[in-house]
């Protein structure tokens, strides 16, 4: 704990976390008692008093004053601020992914990694803040301009999940940032450590720029009524949440309800075809980062292996040997690949899911608790692999645990149907060296998910493209591509530079 408390004081977090942070000053909440414990050993981190719902009303008149300010900023000045929030992590990269591990488990160069992403983005972002291109239109009327404008949106809410406690927040933060947008972020009450190192690299910047509206930056810690609060904020045209499906929809009802926008990074249950043709060393690799990656809880990971029946037992066998000698224990320890899973509870879901597809026929291989050569105290498990049958109900659940089905098929029709037939539409990849399969699979009639992968796993996708994905994953698309529309206003212009009021349609009326 020793070595953590040095880490924060270097990343400037206070020595007391508390649950609101606006800009540069941080206050108590007044809601219930929060422990956090670390899933590596289950030691306390932090214990405060969370936010409460008139705190995030608060925040969000702050963010929506300091709004006011920064979308006259020009965009490409607001670029340079997120450019020096990157400068920063770069800094600060080995640290924060540190705190990152205490808190959600993931192996340390996963982390490293988490961290990288949001560097990504923050470059991605400030060569953004020049691009904000709207379209010139031509005009059915003479002496006319028809023009797009993208406008700054308002303070946008944000909330994320324990799993990627910094990335998801920097992939939306740093977008709307240069956006023109403020940020009201109720991080995963796993991980407030992280949501404050975040808000700690935002001051230190601040205090570089101060003509920068401190409250462009806020946090509320706290558990679901904060969600709510956040949800139901008018003063939040725009909602991006991460999380569970059971919170998208409450989230997405919420907002709906007053009209306001929301953006969701849902449930996945994502599947991987490997066709007879398949490079099985790749397939191999990639199947095992996806499926153990982060312990089994991306909302990538790989949960479906969909193989062909000529090589499916070669597979099985395969992995099941690589299963088998998968370093597992303390994710800080740079030989592991497999840390512990966020809570007990995880772990109950995982024997439950395990048991029922027992009941429904499936057979197991690996699974249980590790309690050798692992830290006491966290929630330890052997990933399984699961031989089942593609319509066992239990194959349409997401477990967020390191459970993999083997699904068997006879015929690329027949996998694609299996691969689609899930609820969730996340991320899918397909393992073949025939172009004629691959390019099916990337077709209007081959994966319905938002990420289509070919001889690629299903996780660890770059920042360039959008993510996100279909059905109950939400629809939303968060970091490169246009997502950055999501985080503006399109305002459309017509301006008549003529002596005349043509009217659009040809349409006379004259007075
Ligand atoms: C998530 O699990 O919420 O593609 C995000 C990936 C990462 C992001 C995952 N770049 O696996």
Redesign the pocket.
Known sequence: MSDLRDVLDRLGVPRDVVAVASGKSWRAGAGPQLEVCSPIDGSPLVSMNEATPDDVSELCRSAHEAFLVWRTVPAPQRGQFVRRIGMRLREVKEDLATVVTWESGKIYQESLGEVQ?MIDICDFAVGLSRQLYGLSIASERPQHRLAEQWHPLGPVGVIS?F??PV??WAWNAMLALVCGDTIVWKPSPRAPLCAAACQAIVSSVLDEMPEVPPAVSNIAIGRTQLGEAVASAELLPLVSA?GSTAMGRAVAQTVAARLGRSLL?LGGNNGMIVAPSADLDLTLRAAVFSAVGTCGQ???SLRRLIAHRSIADELLARLIKVYENLPIGNPLDERVLVGPLVDPRAGEAMDAALEQAKEQGGTIHGGGRVTEGVPAGGTYVRPAIVEISADAPIVQQETFAPILYLLRYDNLDEAIAIHNGVPQGL?SAIFTSDVREAERFCSPAGSDCGIVNVNIGT???EIGGA?GGEKETGGGRESGSDAWKNYMRRATNTVNYSSDLPLAQGIRFDV
């Open positions: 992403e999940a799993n990627f990335a998801v991460t990074e991306r909302c990538t991320a996780s660890g996708a993510f």
